[in-house]
């Protein structure tokens, strides 16, 4: 017992000679735990009771290949880095519903979600003035899907689609008819439409009477040789193209992978634009998404993504 007493003195002894050397140098080693507590107390952060080394917060441009070497590297602080990734753009994606207008129920289920999708009617379809009456109410993106000629003929674009022997009166005249079937619109797609997106004359003729009504064009690239993007943007008009087909498999499961890839795009690129369909399938699949990884970025109305 007197051992462990002498020990204890000795150890005492030591540490008060150590505080006091301390005190004399001026050095006060609770000093740096209360200038921080002055400090979270200005800022409003949480008290700290220990030093914390906050992590490399690499900033990266989007849509351009990463070069460590050139990387911009910043350290912040906890509340810092929180407001950084708060204030980061998130990536956005543009889903367009084509074929509206044929589905009171889906097309009314759809239009209900929670999502700001876009949505593209057919011209001559039986609800199409009613659903994009509301569609324009609720805030969400009216496009004209304007149907085309396929390369496929066992498959039927619908009335009044644009033909490659149409001549340029009569494709004018088609067009002027299908954009007054559509209230509210403020774009237009195509319908089908592999066989006369590849015609260049047609297509430009197509783009000169968007732009006269001051409507945006977005390419469904339905075929790699689509001249419609292009003819867009030689002619200055707003434009964009479709990145992926939501629902060719008509399985929630498959549609949410679709989204996935489309957002994982979004990413890499900044926006990206998606179609779907009036399925119940992608009805599911949209439901779905709104609750969960669309969450995770911005939906955007269409117009947003065009250029």
């Not at 079937?181 to 997106?197: D, E, K, L, Q």
């Not at 679709?258 to 990413?267: D, G, P, S, Y």
């Not at 399938?281 to 609750?291: G, I, M, S």
């Not at 669309?294 to 250029?307: A, D, K, M, T």
Request: hydrophobic share 45%; charged share 20%; glycine share 6%.
């Amino acid at each position: 017992m007197m051992v462990n007493k002498s020990r204890t003195a000795v150890w005492v002894a030591v540490v008060l000679s150590l505080l006091a050397a301390m005190l004399l140098s001026g050095c006060n080693p609770f000093q740096e735990h209360a200038e921080q507590n002055k400090t979270d107390a200005r800022t409003g952060g949480v008290v700290a009771t220990h030093l914390l080394v906050a992590p490399l917060i690499i900033h990266a441009r989007a849509g351009k290949p990463r070069n460590a070497e050139n990387e911009a590297v910043s350290i912040a602080e906890p509340e810092q880095q929180h407001k950084a990734i708060q204030s980061s753009p998130a990536p956005r994606i543009a889903i367009i519903i084509d074929d509206m207008g044929f589905h009171r129920q889906l097309g009314d289920q759809l239009l209900g979600l929670d999502l700001n999708l876009s949505f593209s009617f057919l011209p001559h379809a039986p609800f199409t003035t009613e659903q994009a009456r509301t569609a324009h109410r609720a805030g969400r993106d009216v496009l004209v899907h304007l149907p085309m000629e396929p390369k496929d003929i066992s498959w039927d674009p619908g009335p009044g689609a644009l033909m490659v022997v149409d001549t340029p009166e009569v494709i004018r005249e088609k067009i002027e008819k299908m954009l007054a079937a559509v209230p509210h619109a403020i774009g237009a797609n195509n319908h089908m439409g592999s066989r006369f997106t590849e015609e260049q004359a047609a297509m430009r003729l197509v783009i000169a009477t968007l732009q006269k009504h001051s409507l945006f064009f977005i390419d469904s690239f339905t075929s790699i040789d689509s001249q419609g993007l292009q003819a867009a943007q030689r002619s200055g008009l707003p434009s964009a193209r479709r990145h992926l087909f939501l629902d060719n498999d008509q399985d929630p499961d498959l549609i949410l992978d679709q989204i996935v890839k489309l957002i994982a795009l979004a990413r890499q690129q900044g926006t990206a634009i998606g179609i779907g369909h009036p399925y119940p399938a992608t009805l599911k699949a949209l439901y779905r998404c709104q609750k969960t990884i669309c969450r995770e970025i911005e939906v955007v109305g269409v117009h947003q993504l065009v250029r």
